[in-house]
């Protein structure tokens, strides 16, 4: 049976600073109707009335403003399902408009996607799918330069090769190759260099959800929500498609081409209009014509079609 996006689930890292952890663990505290909970001198929690944790927690890597490191604040959701997309939405509305949210460009979004139903094919499979879209994605997403060469950089040329050349056939051999190990026992901590990447495995093979980086900061709602079902459709279609060939897309209408691809993923309709809009805004080229002569075309044959319908217009006018 064929894995929907929205049965995945899933968890979002939100970055952001202009407000003290404490300060955004009490507005959530608000939302949920709740109390919070100091655990650490760096971190609070909050319940939400299903019982489950949103951490407020430390990020050295957040240029904090206006103060110094309380300032740094990461939103740790916890698991998430696609109904409560809606939710994590309003909480972030909240943190805007009554605690000051602030957003600049050491700030990320990440998203983790539960990873348990990946094997070693379909995650090549993942894999593949995102390195071929790869440099559209981050033309899409405006990605910031300085987060592309530190804390989302694209995936790595040689893993890739390697990966596509032995093609493991089991998830200890694909760690090997992601780790570029050759020990089979092998560990790596929390911060093992690896993470870093647009598409993090580290995290699969950690914890077992694979994690999106790639996301600029925002206190956008809308942005989030498509960011998440952009997110959950490449998971999906990586887990349902049978093969993915490696092989970078090449466009001269990335627009077209791109919005093609969304349509592929299953993001189509009124459901996802939004995410197509924010995910298409920043591409050069036409997203209804694949051909720029096409649409140049349509536009003489309608303008002809004009001119007709005029003169039998002008005709039936001098006849009556």
């Not at 939710?87 to 996607?113: P, T």
């Not at 559209?136 to 950089?153: D, F, H, Q």
Request: hydrophobic share 35%; aromatic share 10%; with cysteine.
């Amino acid at each position: 049976m064929a894995v929907d996006l929205r049965e995945l689930a899933f968890g979002v890292e939100i970055e952001f600073t202009g407000m003290t952890r404490k300060r955004a663990a009490e507005i959530c505290a608000a939302y949920f109707g709740t109390e919070v909970r100091q655990e650490t001198q760096q971190k609070f929690s909050v319940s939400d009335e299903r019982g489950r944790n949103w951490r407020f927690v430390y990020d050295s890597s957040i240029r904090a403003v206006p103060g110094g490191q309380e300032y740094q604040v990461e939103l740790v959701s916890p698991i998430c399902r696609y109904e409560d997309i809606e939710r994590i939405q309003e909480l972030v509305r909240k943190l805007r408009n009554e605690g000051h949210m602030k957003i600049n460009r050491s700030c990320g979004l990440h998203i983790h996607v539960d990873g348990a139903q990946f094997d070693a094919r379909t995650l090549r499979n993942l894999v593949n799918l995102v390195a071929n879209k790869e440099d559209m994605i981050y033309r899409a997403l405006n990605v910031e330069a300085g987060r592309e060469m530190r804390y989302c950089k694209k995936t790595d040329p040689q893993f890739l090769r390697e990966l596509n050349e032995k093609k493991p056939k089991d998830l200890q051999t694909f760690r090997q190759i992601w780790y570029q190990d050759s020990r089979q026992n092998m560990t790596h901590g929390h911060y093992d260099s690896s993470r870093y990447r647009c598409l993090n495995l580290h995290s699969f093979f950690e914890k077992g959800t694979v994690e999106y980086r790639v996301f600029n900061g925002t206190s956008h709602a809308g942005r989030i929500k498509a960011a998440i079902q952009f997110v959950l459709a490449i998971t999906a279609q990586a887990l349902n498609q049978k093969y993915v060939q490696l092989g970078k897309t090449q466009s001269d209408n990335e627009k077209y081409t791109f919005r093609t691809w969304l349509l592929r993923l299953g993001l189509i309709g009124d459901e996802f209009k939004t995410a197509r809009n924010f995910l298409l805004k920043n591409l050069e080229g036409n997203s209804a014509w694949r051909d720029p002569a096409q649409e140049a075309a349509q536009r003489e044959r309608l303008r002809q079609a004009a001119v007709t319908e005029a003169d039998l217009h002008s005709v039936e006018m001098r006849m009556e």
